[in-house]
């Protein structure tokens, strides 16, 4: 299964887990993603950050699980 890595608390990005991650690649499909608004993807605009909850993250992380054309990933998340 692939595991789809999220970074902690909102304001961090994906970059924080790779040290700890990346030795699991010979092993594992890694994927790195940055939670909507936060790190590396695109930003949110002030007026839009109502929109963003938790449950639209959910949705996001199983955009990206079905990008990865995968049934189930494993999903490790850090801190937050």
Known sequence: LPILALHGRPGLDHTVLV????PLAGIA???YSDLRGQGRSAPVADADWAQVTHA????????VRAALGAERVIVFGHSY
Do not use: F, I, R
């Not at 040290?19 to 990346?22: G, I, K, S, T, V």
């Not at 639209?56 to 955009?63: H, K, L, S």
């Open 56 to 63: 639209t993250w959910a949705d996001d992380c199983d955009a």
């Open 29 to 31: 499909e890694l994927c």
């Open 19 to 22: 040290p700890w991650l990346d």
